[in-house]
């Protein structure tokens, strides 16, 4: 079955720079999410979409933005980038709504900021 | 401020031996409780999930027991193998938090041959 796919897989910036994170969720998935997880802990929530509208917001900087484009695809754009946003950053999809409300995650981008 | 708290924070157990993992949530609007299974380097993997009208789940190896007066809730891995060895995070969703899912801090799990 297909899953959620992620890319890059790997990422390494400098301080001050930016990224993009792309995520494609599960075919039929309308809904996307992003996780940080930082070494050792749990994943945080940051912000998610429904139908290319933001439909939460967590503890996502101001730094950051993401949006979600017709094809249901989203993309996390992270600018002026810090040592402290160094961690695997992932993308989950579900269908909103709609029980069970199963959210699959995808493989995760390691973000290295040095 | 921790929603949902995990414990324990690491576990060891014995080839064939019961693994068991137990959450505790405060916020009664939880209303859908995943457990995912991660490991190192990869992607959370859905396991098993509950909603808080039934007191038992269970799918293979895997039972989710909940208690809701107590709002706790707890896995049990039973027949442990070596390839059970993984970070474990219980999670709840909200609905009017637009889905999002808390996680509790995870458990390492080892199992030993």
């Known amino acids: 079955a297909a899953g959620v796919i992620q890319s890059p897989r790997h990422l390494i910036k400098e301080k001050r720079e930016t990224a993009t994170l792309k995520c494609y969720p599960i075919?039929?998935?309308?809904?996307v999410y992003w996780y940080q997880q930082g070494p050792g802990q749990d994943p945080q929530f940051l912000i998610s979409?429904?139908?290319?509208?933001?439909?939460d917001k967590g503890s996502i900087p101001d730094r950051f933005s993401a949006q979600q484009f017709s094809d249901y695809h989203s993309e996390l754009n992270m600018s002026s980038l810090e040592l402290g946003d160094s961690a695997l950053y992932f993308c989950?999809?579900?269908?909103?709504?709609?029980?069970?409300?199963?959210?699959?995650f995808g493989p995760g981008t390691r973000l290295t900021v040095t | 401020q921790q929603q949902v708290k995990q414990s324990p924070q690491s576990l060891i157990v014995q080839k064939g031996g019961i693994s068991i993992i137990n959450c505790a949530y405060e916020?009664?609007?939880?209303?859908?409780f995943p457990w995912y299974q991660q490991f190192p380097g990869k992607g959370p993997a859905l396991l098993i999930a509950?909603?808080?009208?039934?007191s038992e789940k269970k799918e293979g190896r895997f039972t989710i027991s909940f208690n809701k007066s107590a709002k706790q809730f707890s896995l049990h891995i039973m027949d442990s193998q070596p390839g059970d060895s993984a970070t474990y995070f219980c999670?709840?969703?909200?609905?009017?938090?637009?889905?999002?899912?808390?996680f509790g801090e995870g458990t390492q799990l080892t199992v030993n041959p």
């Open positions: 989950a999809s579900s269908l909103w709504g709609r029980a069970p409300y199963e959210q699959y």
């Open positions: 075919p039929r998935h309308d809904t």
């Open positions: 979409f429904y139908e290319k509208m933001q439909s």
């Open positions: 916020n009664t609007a939880f209303d859908y």
């Open positions: 509950i909603r808080p009208d039934v």
């Open positions: 999670a709840a969703r909200e609905e009017t938090s637009g889905s999002r899912l808390t």
